[in-house]
């Protein structure tokens, strides 16, 4: 029926469904499930094959190091560890003598330490009256600390006066900053390449449990 200019219809407008086509409709809780599952993919994803926090429990690595310090750790840069495997893939590089390395602890592998890498494969490692030597040369040892006076002879466990040793390939050689207070590879030995789990890269929280405060002008250094 033909309308006349200025006319209004009264008639119901008709509207067209397409066939197959619905409009789904998501719950709140779906949503915010599946959030929560994608962010913990990606938390466990990055946690796995690119940073790790860590926690410094002992004084071993003052005072680069302090107890409270929590760390992140690059875990790209030395290859990624393959699942029920002691092998690594998209390795960059291999640990260099002065990096403060996270790896497994030898003696129990459930434990992580953390040291400074002095020695890799084929070096030859020697402590003398506490001065470090690396392939018969003096190494300036910058970062080392020693708060006991008192220099230990070769048979007191080889805390000041060690080797000389030749690092094995695949090994490395870690001590702590703290030389006087470490339990390092002078006392259980070498680590595997492949037991490393990452390079320490920043501080970024740092707690002190005596004063029970922040140390709020560590955190974001580099750990060097």
Same mark, same amino acid.
């Given at each position: 029926m033909a309308k006349s200019p200025g006319e209004t219809s009264t008639e119901p407008e008709a509207t067209v469904k397409l066939p197959g086509l619905r409009r789904k409709t998501r719950s709140k809780a779906a949503e915010y499930?599946?959030? /929560? *599952?994608?962010? %913990?993919?990606?938390a466990l994803f990055i946690r796995t094959f690119i940073?790790?926090?860590?926690? /410094? #429990? $002992?004084p071993s690595m003052e005072p680069t190091l302090l107890i409270g310090d929590h760390i992140l750790v690059?875990?790209? *840069?030395y @290859?990624?560890? /393959? #699942?029920?495997? =002691? @092998?690594?893939i998209l390795k960059l590089r =291999? #640990?260099?003598?002065?990096? *403060?390395? *996270?790896f497994k602890f030898p003696k129990n592998k459930k434990m992580d330490f953390i040291k400074r890498c002095v020695a890799v494969g084929g070096d030859t490692v020697e402590i003398r009256d506490k001065k470090l030597y690396v392939n018969g040369a003096a190494v300036e040892d910058s970062q080392a600390v020693f708060h006991d006076k008192f220099v230990r002879g070769s048979l007191l466990q080889g805390r000041d006066n060690f080797g000389p040793v030749t690092v #094995?390939?695949?090994? %490395?050689?870690? %001590?702590? =900053? &703290?030389?006087?207070?470490s339990n390092d590879s002078r006392f259980w030995g070498f680590v595997d390449e &492949? !037991?490393?789990? @990452?390079?320490?890269?920043? /501080?970024?929280? $740092?707690? !002190?449990?005596?004063?029970?405060w922040p140390r709020f002008s560590r955190m974001g250094d580099g750990i060097k």
């Open positions: 499930f599946e959030a /929560i *599952v994608l962010a %913990l993919i990606l940073v790790q926090a860590f926690k /410094i #429990p $002992s690059n875990k790209f *840069v @290859g990624v560890g /393959i #699942p029920f495997s =002691d @092998g690594k =291999d #640990p260099a003598r002065g990096e *403060v390395v *996270v #094995p390939q695949g090994k %490395l050689f870690f %001590l702590g =900053d &703290n030389r006087d207070n &492949n !037991d490393v789990r @990452g390079k320490a890269m920043f /501080i970024y929280w $740092s707690w !002190d449990r005596v004063k029970t």
